[in-house]
């Protein structure tokens, strides 16, 4: 029998859940272990005689402690929302979104789960989830006033944006879908423990039956990370639940527009290996009942469970929208009729669980508890100014520092080797010093079907920088990916938030951009965003820029300026063998998430080969080179016009003119204080960059100069940059397109003249 056929079995044995299950006897009786979750795999095919029956959904029993404890939480979420609602009319908070009506099915999650021990990526509308696992009304509030004392973010996010390190709740972001990726490489970061013997002892608060929680509302299953992250999940078997929050709407876009068929049940119901489910997500026995099931699936280790609740929107999405605009009133009615706090605390009363005055008691006591809360948070104190740049980088290892400049102790050994050797050289001493350093990427294995590999030479890579890392350290530890730039970067920020260290390969800078939200939104502000209560520190290598002779369009990129000016992110810009080693062996070992650009053109020319530098070579961020000493014209440059300048410098010199010339080698930082040195000694200096003139990289450089050393200078500053279009394919128009060493020299000459 198809594991379609099978799970189509499942679905159609689990039928509603009934409604005399719920008695007051039930209520009494001590509450079973659960029942093991159906397995999805090929099974015997039944002999026609002998139909399976369809067996109920034993509903779960529980005590009347239990009940009320369901019902306090619930009702403790709803309250808190009308208590932000309130103070935001009082414009006492700036913002509130609310997490009404989902209510039931995330008190069922939170109490199948292990708060501190499974890892929970939630979503703006899991108020109810976060209480359950044990954050406070006061917590909450905290975030809600901005205080600094907020355990979610410290004041840095809007309200509901959850996040708890004592919990396991990774810190969340406002784009919708961002995170299931993340709890992806989560899940994953536990998958590859099980198979890196050494990372046992490395890896923090790890698990053999540790679950990923990571919830999402419907508008989001629209998105493509989304369907990426039920791909690997389902490929690797990860233990994910996905929970899927169906009210019907993203903001005022109703389901049936989202969704081809209005139901994302069926859209998913293809991909292997995941079980698959759905609940009504108002009804909290019907959602713990679901919940255990699919929990205990990924305890198994049988691979991703998929829940898909329908619920309610009893509010506006937020406080900035009025859904009286676009929702009937009949059909808001309707939904009103199904809200689970009423349901259910009228179901206890008729069940005999609590009388009336007894529920008015439970609810005054929480009420209170919320009023205390809220006052505690206003009382509290907000962030101090001075805080605002803190943890925009680690606070603990300092990457500028003299910890990793090892220039002035090298000894250079053996026959020299190009930019790509010595990347590779790197790569495999850091590989073999630490078990937390994984390689993943587009074609960076050698071959991902090992039966092979012993049968051919092996990729390693477009380039061959990654060649025979999967053969020396396995394919736990160097495999490649989809082609899917967000799945390589985001799997990558929930690996190294668990504390692995990814260093990942983007094919080309000209395909980064479908992994921009993942590193603007998600990478670099994971730190910052969460007060430092999680990181994510990876590097991304990456090839970039032309002169290669028929890129063209989509293989000549060099827009480094989109990623110099992203706060937390280190830009790293080698132009050498030598730079390339020691630069990434920093990076590897640095605590921030580095983009380290890797100059096609540059891989293997002759004249930046350099010999082995040794294991522990490393250049320190933020500290420039003196390629060329001179007297009458600085040159700041990086990349491939480093060797474009020198060329230049050298017809200069022929001409008497003296070029100085400064490779930056690292982009963000940058090393002002050389750039300010150069520039007091020559009194005139070009920015020359592979980047469009207009708003490339130079143009901060060449500002920052005329502001503060403009004293210094003896003639204006003068930049040399690639057109302002693309990079075409026919050899002259390339060259036409970026700047030669022609280009630089007649700058030199125009400007010592001036």
């Known amino acids: 029998m198809s594991d379609t056929k099978v799970l189509r079995l499942v679905k159609k044995s689990e039928g509603g859940l009934p409604e005399k299950a719920f008695t007051a006897k039930a209520v009494a009786r001590a509450e079973p272990k659960p029942a093991p979750a159906p397995v999805i795999r090929p099974a015997p095919q039944p002999r026609p005689q002998k139909q399976q029956k369809p067996r109920e959904r034993e509903s779960p029993k529980l005590s009347r402690e239990q009940m009320l404890q369901i019902f306090g939480t619930m009702y403790r979420s709803r309250r808190l929302d009308d208590k932000e609602i309130q103070m935001k009319g009082q414009n006492r908070i700036f913002f509130q979104i609310s997490g009404a009506g989902h209510e039931a099915i995330l008190v069922a999650a939170g109490m199948c789960m292990k708060p501190g021990y499974d890892w929970f990526y939630p979503y703006y509308r899991d108020r109810a989830l976060c209480l359950q696992l044990g954050m406070t009304p006061l917590e909450m509030l905290l975030s809600s006033v901005g205080a600094e004392a907020d355990p979610n973010s410290h004041g840095r996010q809007m309200p509901s944006h959850w996040g708890h390190s004592k919990l396991n709740i990774v810190s969340q972001s406002s784009p919708t879908g961002t995170q299931l990726l993340q709890a992806v490489g989560c899940a994953e970061a536990g998958y590859r423990v099980k198979l890196i013997k050494d990372l046992k002892k490395r890896i923090r608060k790890f698990h053999n039956d540790e679950v990923v929680y990571v919830s999402l509302g419907d508008g989001t299953t629209s998105e493509g990370e989304f369907w990426e992250a039920l791909n690997t999940a389902c490929n690797l078997k990860l233990p994910v639940v996905f929970l899927v929050e169906d009210n019907g709407y993203a903001i005022s876009v109703p389901v049936e527009v989202q969704t081809a068929g209005g139901d994302i049940s069926r859209l998913v119901k293809g991909f292997p290996n995941l079980f698959a489910q759905r609940c009504d997500g108002t009804d909290p026995l019907d959602s713990l009942a679901t919940m255990r099931r699919a929990v205990e699936n990924c305890r198994r280790n049988r691979g991703p469970s998929f829940v898909h609740a329908k619920v309610i929107r009893p509010y506006s999405h937020s406080l900035s929208d009025d859904e009286k605009l676009y929702r009937a009133d009949e059909e808001r ?170 260093v990942v390969e983007i094919q080309f800078f000209d395909y980064i951009w479908p992994a921009m939200h993942q590193i603007r939104n998600e990478l670099a502000l994971m730190r910052w965003r969460s007060g430092n209560e999680f990181s994510a520190p990876m590097v991304m290598r990456v090839p970039v820029g032309g002169y290669l002779k028929g890129g063209a369009v989509y293989h000549s990129q060099s827009g480094v300026s989109t990623f110099t000016q992203i706060p937390g992110l280190r830009v790293v810009y080698p132009s050498n063998a030598l730079d390339a080693n020691g630069l990434l062996r920093t990076s590897i070992r640095c605590d921030d998430p580095v983009l380290f650009l890797e100059h096609k053109h540059l891989y293997r020319q002759a004249y930046n080969k350099s010999q082995y530098p040794g294991d522990e070579f490393m250049v320190p961020f933020g500290k420039a080179r003196t390629v060329r000493e001179g007297a009458d014209l600085s040159i700041i440059t990086y990349g491939a016009l480093v060797q474009r300048s020198l060329v230049a410098a050298k017809e200069a010199d022929k001409q008497g003119t003296s070029v100085e010339i400064i490779d930056l080698r690292t982009l963000s930082p940058y090393d002002w204080n050389a750039i300010a040195e150069s520039v007091k000694k020559t009194s005139r200096v070009i920015v020359a960059h592979e980047d469009s003139l207009s708003w490339g990289y130079g143009a901060e450089i060449a500002a920052r100069i005329s502001n503060e050393l403009f004293e210094y200078l003896d003639a204006p500053v003068r930049r040399v940059g690639a057109l302002d279009t693309f990079v075409g394919y026919a050899p002259q128009l390339e060259d036409a397109i970026l700047p030669q060493s022609a280009d630089v020299l007649a700058a030199i000459n125009e400007l010592h003249a001036y």
């Open 333 to 502: 009615t309707s939904d009103a009729e199904r809200d689970p706090i009423k349901r259910f605390g009228a179901r206890l009363i008729d069940e005999g669980v609590i009388d009336q005055d007894g529920l008015q008691k439970l609810k005054d006591g929480i009420d209170q508890e919320v009023n205390d809360a809220a006052d505690a948070a206003l009382a509290s104190l907000q962030p101090a100014p001075e805080t605002a740049t803190a943890f925009v980088y680690s606070p603990d290892v300092d990457p500028t520092s003299k910890d990793f400049d090892t220039e002035d102790k090298v000894e250079l050994t053996g026959n020299p080797g190009t930019m790509v050797d010595l990347i590779n050289r790197c790569l495999h001493t850091e590989m073999k010093r630490d078990p937390r350093v994984i390689v993943f990427g587009e074609d960076v294995a050698d071959c991902s079907r090992e039966q092979s590999l012993e049968k051919v030479k092996g990729k390693g890579g477009v380039f061959k920088v990654t060649a025979n890392l999967q053969r020396e350290f396995g394919s736990a530890r160097a495999f490649n990916s989809p082609l899917a730039e967000a799945n390589i970067v985001g799997r990558a920020i929930g690996m190294a938030t668990r504390g692995m260290k990814p």
